[in-house]
């Protein structure tokens, strides 16, 4: 079993930048696979950006965040951030992130076990 816990949430301006954090425990053996998502009042989760916790590739990110957001890790520390710049209103939402074992799944929520809490960010 694996627990996330995600922090760094909060209220932002429009054009302001967070980072997110979220930190693995547990059966770190099924973080291999890492992504953040986020879900909006009556809309559906949307996978925003992918990386592996261990090992190469490169990240993969969802067009409506690419070049504003970007995922980092900290293996050691089996964490994983998402760093948001230029934040709009439409980044409203409540941001997860997510972890299961290989194959990836990369933005596919249905791919992923192991689920936080959530934390809410606010661009008003």
């Known amino acids: 079993h694996v627990q996330l816990v995600e922090s760094g949430g909060g209220s932002v301006e429009p054009g302001g930048s967070r980072r997110l954090s979220c930190s693995a425990s547990g059966n770190t053996a099924s973080t291999y696979c890492m992504a953040w998502f986020r879900q909006a009042p009556g809309k559906e989760r949307e996978g925003l950006a992918f990386?592996?916790?261990?090992?190469?590739?490169?990240?993969i990110y969802a067009d409506s965040v690419k070049g504003r957001f970007t995922i980092s890790k900290d293996s050691a520390k089996k964490t994983v951030y998402l760093h948001m710049n230029d934040l709009k209103p439409e980044d409203t939402a409540m941001y997860y992130c997510?972890?299961?074992?290989?194959?990836?799944?990369?933005?596919?929520?249905?791919?992923?076990?192991?689920w936080g809490q959530g934390t809410q960010v606010t661009v008003s």
């Open positions: 990386v592996y916790m261990t090992g190469g590739g490169s990240p």
């Open positions: 997510a972890s299961s074992l290989p194959p990836c799944s990369k933005l596919v929520a249905s791919g992923y076990k192991y």
